[in-house]
């Protein structure tokens, strides 16, 4: 009985943080991701670093956004997300943010959902070189239990995949933080944690 009610929460919990009331209705599919290959895990581990240099005149293709998306915050064929949650409360979101509007990445459903059509990045951008970067990630969670140590673990992942692709990737907390939760009406128990800028090397 206690179980049962544990996996109700814990169905609530997943139902108010993957289906945001305040998104527009429009979706995007994704590639399937791409689960095999990429450097060895030893050699990605050694070469990881932070980057600060994207080239403005390449973007990145649909097959590497979707790649990206699923190592932070997808679902393996176990049925497990890519990274751990404490008691498996998948209390976190991802954004991606673009000149034309926010998405939420709907990991189960591995797609993308519009929350608004709104331009956050510059928001985002308290570094000069926030704006040469042609993939921005936006990570917030849900409450305190834990949500921060879950969003470490996804941008880690994010790291990895960038360092195997030869992705330039950093992670940022120098964000309008506040702002953000406004523009994006976030419910009063989510808090913005992080912002991650991704692009390839110039
Ligand atoms: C929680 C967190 C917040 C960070 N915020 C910023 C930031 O706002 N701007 C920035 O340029 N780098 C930021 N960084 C990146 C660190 O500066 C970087 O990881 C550190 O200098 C070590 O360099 P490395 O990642 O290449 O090992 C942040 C890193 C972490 C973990």
Not at 131 to 147: F, Q, V
Not at 155 to 183: F, H, P, W
């Amino acid at each position: 009985m206690r179980s049962m009610f544990k996996n109700l929460l814990t169905l609530c919990v997943l139902a108010g943080a993957l289906l945001p009331s305040w998104g527009t209705g429009e979706t995007k599919a994704l590639p399937a991701p791409v689960m095999t290959g990429g450097m060895p895990l030893m050699e990605a581990i050694a070469q990881r670093h932070s980057a600060r240099n994207y080239d403005t005149t390449r973007a990145i293709d649909d097959q590497t956004l979707a790649d990206i998306l699923w190592v932070a915050w997808g679902v393996n064929p176990q049925g497990k997300r890519t990274i751990p949650t404490s008691r498996n409360l998948q209390n976190m979101q991802l954004f991606v943010l673009t000149p034309t509007g926010t998405w939420e990445y709907d990991g189960p459903g591995h797609r993308l959902v519009k929350v608004n059509d709104k331009n956050l990045i510059p928001l985002c951008e308290r570094q000069d070189f926030v704006k040469n970067a042609p993939l921005h990630l936006l990570y917030t969670c849900l409450d305190d239990r834990g949500g921060e140590n879950h969003v470490g673990s996804a941008y880690q992942n994010v790291y990895l995949y960038c360092t195997s692709r030869g992705l330039s990737t950093v992670i940022r907390a120098m964000i309008d933080k506040e702002g953000l939760k406004r523009e994006m009406n976030l419910p009063e128990n989510h808090s913005v944690i992080v912002h991650q800028c991704i692009g390839w090397p110039r």
